[in-house]
């Protein structure tokens, strides 16, 4: 299959692929990194913030190949501390960024080493570039700095589209990490450590590129549309907040059952009304699972 991590156009059709004929042009047969990482987002004295608190890097030749790889912590901000929130997520203390190397200090010694391996592109998979620009945006470097930073960044491309709408016939645009890692078989949970979470999404598209996804992307996309549109029409799920609604009706049994017959279960607006009304006769209630759960049942 063709190298995801070179730009292409979208191809509606699922012809056998030779190698990638689409990178583009300067970048072709050049080394390539896969980065992530972990962030302090939050509201801070009637302003936003958007802390780089942790980098991982995997640097790959053109077949994917791991030739090194990078990760550090990063100081936080003077004032800004993490939430519990975040630590719970990440693992990450205040304490332990208290001691963490400088922005300066990190970047200098990624773009260093991304310098050294001649990378031609760093992928990322959503949001990285926009939190990374913003971040950079926030802080006064010195202009060396500021010039190789801005170089840096400006090498990023988000590829979680392209991959989507390529695995999921055309029908998601944006697969979640999780999703991804589901579909290729490695699990539905992100570890939320900017090292891991960089291997898995180069282990994501070795195995796309490879054609071993382990379960099919299109009913993944199909599943997750059929979720999106139940879980916006449900209206009653919560036993405690909605317990008061519950009745004991054998004409709600019998109008249920007619709409089981139906076949009505087979449309997301109205199972999501079935389901509500099973539960406000008090016969329980349905969950509709993640895909992750879904496919791991």
């Known amino acids: 299959m063709e190298n995801y991590c070179e730009y292409k156009q979208y191809k509606t059709n699922y012809e056998e692929k030779g190698p990638s004929q689409t990178a583009p042009l300067g970048y072709k047969g050049k080394n390539q990194a896969f980065l992530d990482a972990e962030y302090l987002s939050a509201r ?50 205040n304490e332990e960024l208290e001691f963490a190397p400088s922005y300066e200090e990190v970047m200098t010694a990624l773009i260093n080493l991304i310098k050294k391996w001649q990378v031609g592109k760093i992928f990322v998979w959503g949001g990285d570039k926009n939190n990374f620009q913003r971040d950079f945006e926030s802080r006064n470097l010195e202009k060396p700095l500021k010039r190789s930073v801005a170089k840096f960044i400006s090498t990023f491309e988000n590829i979680q589209k392209d991959v989507s709408l390529d695995i999921t016939g055309g029908l998601d645009a944006n697969l ?77 049994e019998a109008f249920l059952e007619e709409l089981k017959a139906k076949g009505f279960a087979d449309d997301p607006k109205t199972k999501a009304f079935m389901d509500d009304l099973q539960f406000l006769i008090g016969k329980g209630n349905t969950y509709m699972g993640t895909f992750s759960e879904m496919i791991n049942e």
């Open 44 to 93: 801070f004295k009637k302003s936003s913030i958007e802390d780089v608190i942790s980098v991982g890097v995997v640097i790959t030749n053109p077949e994917h190949e791991e030739l090194d790889r990078f990760y550090s912590t990063v100081q936080l901000t003077r004032g800004h501390k993490l939430p519990p929130l975040i630590t719970e997520l990440t693992g990450l203390t």
């Open 176 to 252: 979640s990490l999780a999703d991804m890692k589901t579909i290729c078989g490695l699990g539905g949970v992100v570890a939320h450590n900017a090292l891991n979470d960089a291997e898995d999404m180069l282990e994501c598209i070795r195995i796309i590129e490879t054609g071993q996804m382990k379960y099919d992307g299109v009913k993944a996309a199909e599943y997750k549309k059929f979720r999106g549109d139940y879980v916006k029409n449900r209206s009653f799920d919560d036993p405690e907040m909605d317990e008061d609604y519950i009745i004991d009706s054998k004409h709600g």
